[in-house]
Nanobody, 123 residues
Framework: QVQLVESGGGLVQAGGSLRLSCAAS????????MGWFRQAPGKERDFVAA????????YYSNSVKGRFTISRDNAKNTVYLQMNSLKPEDTAVYYC????????????????WGQGTQVTVSS
């Protein structure tokens, strides 16, 4: 069992930056591939970024590529999402998720989810 707790969300102006953190419980964090997803009001949950267990491989949605960076620190059981050049359309609840199998864009491939953190970007 893995428990995930996101933090770092908030209100920021367009063009600004935020760094989200996702802290994982348990001693097996380094065995999991991790992902970030987001869900805006009235919309489906969308893939944002993913990273494999070692941190060597990363994946991004086209909408955030070049602006967001996913990283992890296995010694701290934490995955990060650095978000730069934020836009109003980035406004959403951001969720981190853990997968035992693969770093994937597909939400159903993830086994554990956090409770989410709100990111609001004002224009």
């Amino acid at each position: 069992q893995v428990q995930l707790v996101e933090s770092g969300g908030g209100l920021v102006q367009a063009g600004g930056s935020l760094r989200l953190s996702c802290a994982a419980s348990g001693r097996t964090f380094s065995r999991y591939d991790m992902g970030w997803f987001r869900q805006a009001p009235g919309k489906e949950r969308d893939f944002v970024a993913a990273i494999n267990w070692s941190g060597v491989s990363t994946y991004y949605s086209n909408s955030v590529k070049g602006r967001f960076t996913i990283s992890r620190d296995n010694a701290k059981n934490t995955v990060y999402l650095q978000m730069n050049s934020l836009k109003p359309e980035d406004t959403a609840v951001y969720y981190c998720a853990a997968s035992r199998l693969t770093a994937t864009t597909l939400g159903y491939e993830y086994d554990y989810w956090g409770q989410g953190t709100q990111v609001t970007v004002s224009s």
